[in-house]
């Protein structure tokens, strides 16, 4: 089957401008994840969603950075005003409820900030 | 002290050895293990997953978790050079991700060699 769908796959955006990125999860996967990989810093953990309930924010980065997910299935995350640290791959995931730890990444968006 | 340690490498072996990775942690929670493999430019793919301490064995790979000394492996047999990718360990303390997500090491980057 389909697996994680994330578009755009590059994204090459001027500092200042806001950027959306959008992640489809396996079809059933009630769990949705966003991370975010940078050079030398491994996969840090950004926001988690469980069906429609309301997420944590606690893990993003900044109040530059919100998501959403529409109907249980595609999430969209937004930088405003992007600034150059925030160049980076940012991975979309998604699991069972029963099996979180199961995680099942998309390709990624590579974001460069210029 | 950070939470998950792994050796970036790069580790290089010849066809057709035994490969060994590793990663230890610090915090006592995780219960779930994860293994991904991570080819250049693309997302992470989930390769073991297992839970609490013991073996698992999937074709040419084996997944070791011993929690007493907060300690896991992943072993290759009869490397190939397909094999050639960056090993990321993860880790979990529920069954969900959840709200904490995955913790991941930085990754250790394999090479072999034909």
């Known amino acids: 089957g389909a697996g994680v769908s994330q578009s755009p796959s590059n994204k090459v955006t001027e500092k200042g401008k806001d950027v959306e990125l959008r992640c489809d999860p396996i079809?059933?996967?009630?769990?949705l994840y966003w991370y975010r990989q940078s050079l030398g810093q491994g996969l840090e953990f950004l926001i988690y969603?469980?069906?429609?309930?309301?997420?944590?924010k606690s893990g993003l980065p900044s109040d530059r950075f919100s998501a959403e997910r529409t109907g249980g299935s595609v999430s969209t995350l937004t930088i405003q005003r992007t600034q150059q640290e925030d160049s980076a791959v940012y991975l979309c995931?998604?699991?069972?409820?029963?099996?979180?730890?199961?995680?099942?990444f998309g390709p990624g968006t590579r974001l460069t900030v210029t | 002290q950070k939470e998950v340690e792994q050796d970036p490498g790069p580790l290089s072996v010849p066809e057709g050895a035994i490969v060994s990775l590793n990663c230890t942690y610090s915090n006592s929670a995780f219960q779930y293990f994860m293994w991904y493999r991570q080819y250049s430019r693309k997302g992470p793919e989930l390769l073991m997953y297992t839970y609490s301490s013991g073996n698992k064995e999937d074709g040419r790979f084996t997944a070791q978790v011993d929690k007493s000394s907060k300690y896991i492996s992943l072993f290759i047999r009869d490397s190939q050079p397909s094999d050639s990718a960056t090993y990321l360990c993860?880790?979990?303390?529920?069954?969900?991700?959840?709200?904490?997500?995955?913790?991941f090491g930085k990754g250790t980057h394999l090479i072999i060699q034909p």
């Open positions: 995931a998604s699991s069972l409820a029963l099996r979180g730890a199961e995680q099942y």
């Open positions: 079809s059933g996967h009630t769990a």
């Open positions: 993860a880790m979990s303390g529920r069954s969900g991700g959840g709200a904490d997500g995955l913790t």
């Open positions: 969603f469980q069906g429609n309930s309301a997420p944590d």
